[in-house]
């Protein structure tokens, strides 16, 4: 086996103030540092810094000019000096190398330290007229026609940089809690929720139709995936507690700020549990992970702190995430609607879905307090109004048929977790697939009137055990942890209906 060979340029910084960080060497004299390590290691001088970067601003005075420098890795620029003959070359989203020195600013409160540049190299010039992010305020629907530029945006780097930070903090949380992460199928044979709201597959070419090929390229209907749960339930009988975080597809033609035809979802299945606290404790912890973070002043939380328009807004939401959730019933929060004065556009009803509206006032009536917005658990819903899946409730409330489900609700972006116990037993699994018109009614069906979930059924038929599992939507998690009010925000690339631009 081939070694690899070690990058020279790849070395330890020395000196006190860098020590213990990693930097890339364009000469065994000099070191690059991302801006904000820079930014906040403030070291007090160093000869040789190299940065790199993109223009954000440029301010040229008769002796001097100013350019603002960013990188992608901090929410603030940094103030590079330079001459008037240094910066004549300079406009705003050129790609830059600087090599100078490190240098105490005069101006310590707007910036402790400023790069008073010697070497001036561009790496890739921008055409000042025609680019389209000027130093200016862009609107988020002026931003969306560009997704391929718009992260060079200070906001929505700092976004993107959140999602990573969320992402490593939930993977640490799994990883140390014994969970499996796994990578679930992005194609499937099966519309887990059974809505219908599923994007068809189908290749550019296809073959003669034969008895046994329909002539598409999987010789049957496929669709692009609305959950990983039935996956996961399987993985869960092979190696325990398994999680995924994955793209999932929606065809719902919904224009709201809420809604994506592509999102994200991060999935989980607990094996051998009979109860369902169990799995909502997992959903509690997930969340806990991400504001823990947050409210131990990361540098991202800071950032997002620094530019919300409600300076007790997100506190209260990270505050949240480490409280106990609290939890009613379905038929509780039917009866506290049903009791309330306010004036509710659809009438809150026993058997009927909450619409968006009910979801808000029970998060709000149920979750806030003076200091924190606790997420609220909503739980046993009518099994009429749920998929085949879920495991109905061993004592009915009030002989309403209902399952062991949950929802879990907060303010603004409603519902963003979803789980339930999944039923394990063959027959009573049959009985609900044959309710819900999916198989033909009568004894064990055979394995053509199964269909596409056949294997489904057989996890039932060798060695099933009690689980249950959950799916948070990982887009309108964080979006409301950053006080973004738009799903789109939070997504490089959005696509919804309409709208697919890259």
């Not at 190299?50 to 929410?75: C, M, P």
């Not at 997100?314 to 009613?328: A, E, I, N, Q, T």
């Amino acid at each position: 086996m081939v070694q690899p060979r070690p990058r020279p340029h790849l070395l330890r910084c020395v000196g006190q103030a860098f020590k213990g960080c990693r930097a890339t060497h364009s000469s065994s004299d000099s070191y690059r540092l991302s801006i904000a390590r820079l930014l906040d290691d403030k070291p007090a001088y160093a000869k040789d810094v190299v940065v790199t970067g993109f223009v954000r601003s440029i301010r040229n005075q008769k002796q001097r000019s100013f350019a603002s420098i960013g990188d992608g890795s901090s929410l603030e620029s940094l103030q590079a000096l330079l001459t008037p003959a240094q910066a004549q070359s300079l406009s705003t989203g050129t790609a830059v190398r600087f090599t100078g020195s490190w240098r105490p600013s005069p101006n310590p409160k707007a910036q402790s330290h400023e790069l008073h540049v010697a070497d001036v190299d561009i790496i890739g010039p921008a055409e000042a007229s025609t680019f389209p992010l000027q130093k200016k305020y862009h609107t988020p629907e002026y931003l969306r026609t560009m997704p391929h530029l718009r992260t060079r945006v200070p906001l929505n780097s700092t976004l993107l940089r959140f999602r990573s930070d969320a992402i490593a903090a939930v993977t640490n949380m799994f990883y140390k809690d014994g969970f499996t992460q796994s990578h679930t199928p992005i194609i499937t044979s099966s519309d887990c929720e059974g809505a219908g709201e599923v994007f068809h597959l189908d290749s550019s070419q296809k073959g003669p139709k034969t008895k046994d090929d329909d002539g598409t390229f999987f010789r049957a209907p496929k669709y692009l995936t609305v959950s990983s749960q039935l996956h996961l339930e399987a993985l869960a009988q092979s190696v325990g507690n398994v999680w995924t975080l994955s793209p999932t597809f929606r065809a719902e033609k919904s224009d709201t700020a809420r809604h994506l035809s592509e999102f994200y979802m991060l999935e989980a299945e607990i094996s051998f549990t009979e109860d369902m606290n169990d799995v909502m404790r997992v959903v509690q912890n997930t969340i806990g992970a991400i504001t823990k973070d947050l409210e131990s002043g990361s540098r991202v939380g800071k950032e997002l702190l620094s530019v919300s328009p409600d300076l007790d807004l997100l506190p209260r939401r990270w505050r949240g995430g480490s409280r106990d959730f609290p939890k009613v019933t379905y038929t509780e929060a039917i009866n506290i609607l049903r009791s309330s004065s306010h004036q509710f556009e659809y009438e809150p009803r026993w058997g009927a879905g909450l619409q968006a509206e009910h979801e808000r006032y029970i998060a709000n009536e149920l979750g806030t307090s003076w200091d924190a917005s606790v997420p609220v658990f909503v739980t046993h819903y009518p099994k009429v109004i749920k998929p085949f899946y879920m495991l109905s409730t061993a004592a009915n409330e009030n002989s309403r048929e209902t399952v062991d489900c949950f929802d879990l609700l907060v303010p603004e972006a409603c519902e963003i977790v979803g789980g339930s116990m999944r039923e394990h037993r063959l027959e009573p699994l049959i009985k609900s697939m044959q309710a819900c018109k999916m198989i033909p009614p009568g004894p064990i069906p055979s394995d053509d009137e199964l269909g596409e979930l056949k294997w489904y059924i057989d996890l039932r038929r060798w060695g099933s055990v009690p689980h249950g599992g959950f799916g948070l939507g990982f887009d309108r998690l964080l979006a409301y942890l950053a006080g973004v009010p738009n799903i789109r925000e939070m997504v490089t690339f959005p696509r919804w209906v309409g709208r697919c631009e890259c």
